[in-house]
């Protein structure tokens, strides 16, 4: 089944159908982007608090020396 039948299957749908479509299709979205980008993001997110983290225990070194 090529995307123009599917376009007009889903056309033809109730109102309601439409919905469920349309939100099975946003599940499918949110599931690939959880797969694929999520675990990239939670990586730069946790490389971003380590640098964070050695600065402040630099500046707290240098403080203390002071």
Do not use: H, W
Not at 17 to 37: F, N, P
Not at 48 to 61: C, G, H, M, P, Y
């Amino acid at each position: 089944m090529g995307i123009d039948e599917v376009k007009s299957t889903i056309k033809d749908l109730s109102v309601n159908e439409r919905r469920k479509v349309a939100l099975y299709i946003l599940e499918l979205e949110k599931e690939y982007v959880q797969k694929t980008i999520g675990p990239q993001i939670a990586e730069d997110v946790e490389d971003v608090s380590r640098v964070f983290q050695e600065a402040i225990e630099k500046l707290k070194k240098f403080v203390n020396k002071s």
